[in-house]
T-cell receptor, first 114, second 108 residues
Framework: DGGITQSPKYLFRKEGQNVTLSCEQNLNHDAMYWYRQDPGQGLRLIYYSQIVNDFQKGDIAEGYSVSREKKESFPLTVTSAQKNPTAFYLC?????????????FGPGTRLTVT | KNEVEQSPQNLTAQEGEFITINCSYSVGISALHWLQQHPGGGIVSLFMLSSGKKKHGRLIATINIQEKHSSLHITASHPRDSAVYICAVEGNTDKLIFGTGTRLQVFP
C-alpha cells in the first residue's frame, strides 16, 4: 500500500534538545510538506520541498530545519531555537492533477517538550 | 480576518440528520479541498474541487467560485462521521491555506 509514514506517533523531549521527526513516502511524489497544528488554529506550513535537494521556508520556519536528500524522505528537525515546540506535526505530499494538487497526509507526530 | 473561514466551529447532530459545513475564502484559487481529521490526528482528503459539485457516498461537496463559497454536506449522518472537517484552498502554487476546522459530533 502506498502512503506516508511518520514516526514516532508520540515524542517527548526535554527543553534545549534538538529532535528529528521522520517522514517517509512511497507514493513517488515530488512535493513534500511539513505542517504544524495547534489547538484552535489551522495547519501552518513550516517547510516544503518540490524536488530532491531543494526546499523552501513556509510561514513559520524559524526554529526548524529540513533536508531532502532522497525523494522518499523529508525529515524535520525541531531545534532548541523553536520557542514553543509542543504541537502536532503533519507531513504531507502532493501530486499534480490538472490545475490542482492532490494532497496526501501522514498520521502525524505529537511532540511534547517539557 | 483569515483567508479561509469555516462555519460553524462546532456542530452536534443526531444520527440520521443532514449536515452542512460551510467554507468561505477571500483569495483566488485553483482548487478547494475538504479534509477529514479523526481523533487520532491523521488527515484524509475527501474532495478536491474547482467547480460544481462532487459526490462520494453520503458526502457531497459544492463550490461557487463567483461567491467564493463551498459547502460540505453529509446525508444520513452516523456516529462514525464524528471528526474535524477542514477546508483548505489552493492558490496559484501547490501550497494550501487552511481553515480552522469544524468539529462534528454525531450522537446515536
Amino acid at each position: 500500500d502506498g502512503g506516508i509514514t511518520q514516526s514516532p506517533k508520540y515524542l517527548f523531549r526535554k527543553e534545549g534538545q534538538n529532535v528529528t521527526l521522520s517522514c517517509e513516502q512511497n507514493l513517488n511524489h515530488d512535493a513534500m510538506y511539513w505542517y504544524r497544528q495547534d489547538p484552535g488554529q489551522g495547519l501552518r506550513l513550516i517547510y516544503y520541498s518540490q524536488i530532491v535537494n531543494d526546499f523552501q521556508k513556509g510561514d513559520i520556519a524559524e526554529g526548524y530545519s529540513v533536508s531532502r536528500e532522497k525523494k522518499e524522505s523529508f525529515p524535520l528537525t525541531v531545534t532548541s531555537a523553536q520557542k514553543n515546540p509542543t504541537a502536532f506535526y503533519l507531513c504531507a505530499s502532493s501530486i499534480a492533477r490538472g490545475f490542482a494538487y492532490e494532497q496526501y497526509f501522514g498520521p502525524g507526530t505529537r511532540l511534547t517538550v517539557t | 480576518k483569515n483567508e479561509v473561514e469555516q462555519s460553524p466551529q462546532n456542530l452536534t447532530a443526531q444520527e440520521g440528520e443532514f449536515i452542512t459545513i460551510n467554507c468561505s475564502y477571500s483569495v483566488g484559487i485553483s482548487a478547494l479541498h475538504w479534509l477529514q481529521q479523526h481523533p487520532g490526528g491523521g488527515i484524509v482528503s475527501l474532495f478536491m474541487l474547482s467547480s460544481g459539485k462532487k459526490k462520494h457516498g453520503r458526502l457531497i461537496a459544492t463550490i461557487n467560485i463567483q461567491e467564493k463559497h463551498s459547502s460540505l454536506h453529509i446525508t444520513a449522518s452516523h456516529p462514525r462521521d464524528s471528526a474535524v472537517y477542514i477546508c483548505a484552498v489552493e492558490g496559484n502554487t501547490d501550497k494550501l491555506i487552511f481553515g480552522t476546522g469544524t468539529r462534528l459530533q454525531v450522537f446515536p
